[in-house]
């Protein structure tokens, strides 16, 4: 059986926004975005709980707007934290490197997602962010981020609730590399990639894995071959059909089953 989260129907979750693309039209129709930046607006408050200039105060928090090319850092472990960042397109990985040079990857973002909170408790990036596309971040200051949650309760709460999130996802990932075989771990992958793409209003049930097979299985920790042959497994079980990167969900019942 999956693990899944008395909240969500994620089987190990790893985004803190369960109703982002609903949340967006709506915080949109209340109250216009002064700059345009719905996603950074979206990822850290729910623009339904505040005002105008509320929301203009949180607009005024992103500073630039960076492009971060394919296989490119954003930052690197043990790089100095001064800000968050909401990815507006695109996606990242995390990772870690072992002492003799071995990358170990610990996470997978996309689009309205926030990358940086693990810098937040020593003043410096524990891991490091790098692209596998081409993509755009809104760069948040901290200090200021963290001054105006003290301002606006709804937003502190939305933060703590994003943290809380993180705490969730190592927690389940623990469970998952110590109680999980390949295929299910494989399985659980792609079924919460499935979820966080309906979320952001695309389809659930086919989309492009921007990720190696090699890094999908430094995630799940399992081997680059057993990741294949798992992948190849559910082919072969009419689960899904996989041509390169582009995965589609044949049978999300059964493979929450497995």
């Not at 985004?15 to 990822?43: C, E, I, K, Y």
């Not at 075989?181 to 389809?203: I, P």
């Not at 920790?221 to 059909?241: N, Y």
Request: proline share 4%.
């Amino acid at each position: 059986m999956l693990l899944v989260d008395a909240q969500t129907t994620t089987p190990f979750p790893f985004s803190q926004a369960p109703d982002l693309a609903r949340r967006l039209n709506a915080g949109a129709a209340l109250h216009p975005v002064p700059r345009g930046s719905q996603w950074a607006m979206n990822t850290l408050c729910n623009p339904a709980d505040l005002s105008a200039d509320e929301l203009a105060q949180v607009d005024s928090l992103v500073c630039e707007v960076r492009t971060v090319q394919r296989g490119a850092n954003l930052y690197r472990a043990n790089d100095p934290f001064h800000s968050v960042y909401v990815l507006r397109s695109g996606s990242f990985k995390t990772i870690v490197m072992h002492r003799e040079g071995r990358e170990q990857v610990t996470g997978f973002q996309i689009s309205g997602e926030i990358l940086g909170l693990d810098g937040i408790a020593g003043g410096q990036h524990r891991c490091g962010a790098v692209a596998l596309e081409r993509s755009t971040v809104c760069v948040i200051p901290f200090e200021p981020l963290e001054n105006l949650c003290r301002e606006i309760k709804p937003m502190q709460r939305h933060l703590h609730r994003m943290m809380s999130w993180e705490i969730v996802r190592e927690t389940n990932m623990i469970l998952l590399l110590g109680t999980m075989r390949a295929e299910q771990r494989v399985a659980a992958f792609l079924l919460n990639l499935a979820e966080r793409y309906g979320t952001l209003g695309y389809s659930a049930t086919e989309f492009n894995m921007r990720m190696t097979r090699n890094e999908i299985g430094s995630y799940l920790g399992i081997t680059l071959e057993t990741a294949s042959r798992m992948f190849s497994k559910l082919q072969q079980e009419r689960l899904v059909h996989a041509r390169g990167k582009q995965i589609r969900i044949l049978d999300s019942a059964a493979l929450a089953r497995l």
